[in-house]
T-cell receptor, first 116, second 115 residues
Framework: NAGVTQTPKFRILKIGQSMTLQCTQD?????MYWYRQDPGMGLKLIYY???????DKGEVPNGYNVSRSTTEDFPLRLELAAPSQTSVYFC???????????????FGEGSRLTVL | AQTVTQSQPEMSVQEAETVTLSCTYD???????LFWYKQPPSRQMILVIR??????QNATENRFSVNFQKAAKSFSLKISDSQLGDAAMYFC????????????FGTGTRLQVFP
């Protein structure tokens, strides 16, 4: 009963390095999301996907890229890491099909990223 | 654009007592969902309770209940018989029923539970 799985859970990067946060879900959800959570703040949407091959920007997409080649996987790539990208990143998924929409998002456990 | 506001950064409650967390939101839509998510120190976001805007009846899940006031755009969470395990960050969230792409979060309320 894995749900949404994110890796790695912790990572320290140097300024200018690149990395990919992995996210996979086994619930056959069509929607997937990446959020970031800064200290004392709520979650802000980075990118989302409504299905394989389709991605779109959220509130704070700059400095990130995503791809969605399969229903299960939604990796988030950080290019040229900056201290401003120090945050906790959450992947989430949900299912929506026409009028059937529970509205609920299922979250991974988060990935804490520090850029020094 | 829709917004969600949680005006209480921190709240505290004695074990076995009742506490209410506040949330207000702004939207021009009539059909939407509202949620309360709990984030314990382990960080994983857990759904506590959800409310469909078209339902007048307030949602209840065991010790958790909401007071949904659609006209006032208010969605408070009441926790009864508080337990030590209830200590966490609580986030209020909004999702449009029509534009289902995004969940919009408030800034959260940190709840402390004292024995």
């Amino acid at each position: 009963n894995a749900g949404v799985t994110q890796t790695p859970k912790f990572r320290i990067l140097k300024i200018g390095q690149s990395m990919t946060l992995q996210c996979t879900q086994d619930m056959n959800h069509n929607y997937m999301y990446w959020y970031r959570q800064d200290p004392g703040m709520g979650l802000k949407l980075i990118y989302y996907s409504v299905g394989a091959g389709i991605t779109d920007k959220g509130e704070v997409p700059n400095g990130y890229n995503v791809s969605r080649s399969t229903t299960e996987d939604f990796p988030l790539r950080l290019e040229l890491a900056a201290p401003s990208q120090t945050s906790v990143y959450f992947c989430a998924s949900s299912y929506s099909a026409g009028v059937f929409n529970t509205g609920e998002l299922f979250f991974g456990e988060g990935s804490r990223l520090t850029v020094l | 654009a829709q917004t969600v506001t949680q005006s209480q950064p921190e709240m505290s409650v004695q074990e076995a007592e009742t506490v209410t967390l506040s949330c207000t939101y702004d939207t021009s839509e009539s059909d939407y969902y509202l949620f309360w998510y709990k984030q314990p120190p382990s960080r994983q976001m857990i759904l506590v309770i959800r409310q469909e805007a078209y339902k007048q009846q307030n949602a209840t899940e065991n010790r958790f209940s909401v007071n949904f006031q659609k006209a006032a755009k208010s969605f408070s969470l009441k926790i009864s018989d508080s337990q030590l395990g209830d200590a966490a960050m609580y986030f209020c969230a909004y999702r449009s029923a029509r534009n289902t792409d995004k969940l919009i979060f408030g800034t959260g309320t940190r709840l402390q539970v004292f024995p």
